[in-house]
């Protein structure tokens, strides 16, 4: 069973930059591909980027392209996601997830997920 815990949101001024975390603990963390996904306040959550188990391919979405960077440090047991030149439009909960199955790509192949870390960027 993999635990994971995210932060390193807070309140930024649009332009600014933040890093989140994802630490895990508990089961193989080193072989799962982890993802991060947002939630805005009323909408579905969407999903942000995607990082393979060894780090050698990811993949984003296209909003986030060119600003946002996913990368991981297996032997820390963590993921992180560095977001630059924010946006209003990125604010949101974002949640780290990590699958079983080593291509995932619904929402719900994704077994393991944090409790979310809120992201506020202000115009």
């Known amino acids: 069973q993999v635990r994971l815990a995210e932060s390193g949101g807070r309140l930024v001024q649009a332009g600014g930059s933040l890093r989140l975390s994802c630490a895990a603990s508990?089961?193989?963390?080193?072989?799962?591909?982890v993802a991060w996904w947002r939630q805005a306040p009323g909408q579905a959550r969407d999903f942000v980027a995607v990082?393979?188990?060894?780090?050698?391919?990811?993949y984003y979405e296209e909003p986030v392209k060119g600003r946002f960077t996913v990368s991981r440090d297996n032997a820390k047991n963590t993921a992180y996601l560095q977001m630059n030149a924010l946006k209003p439009e990125d604010t949101a909960v974002y949640y780290c997830a990590a699958s079983i199955n080593p291509t995932p790509v619904k929402e719900y192949e994704y077994d393991y997920w944090g409790q979310g870390t809120q992201v506020t960027v202000s115009s």
């Open positions: 990082i393979n188990w060894s780090g050698t391919y990811t």
């Open positions: 508990g089961g193989t963390f080193s072989s799962y591909p």
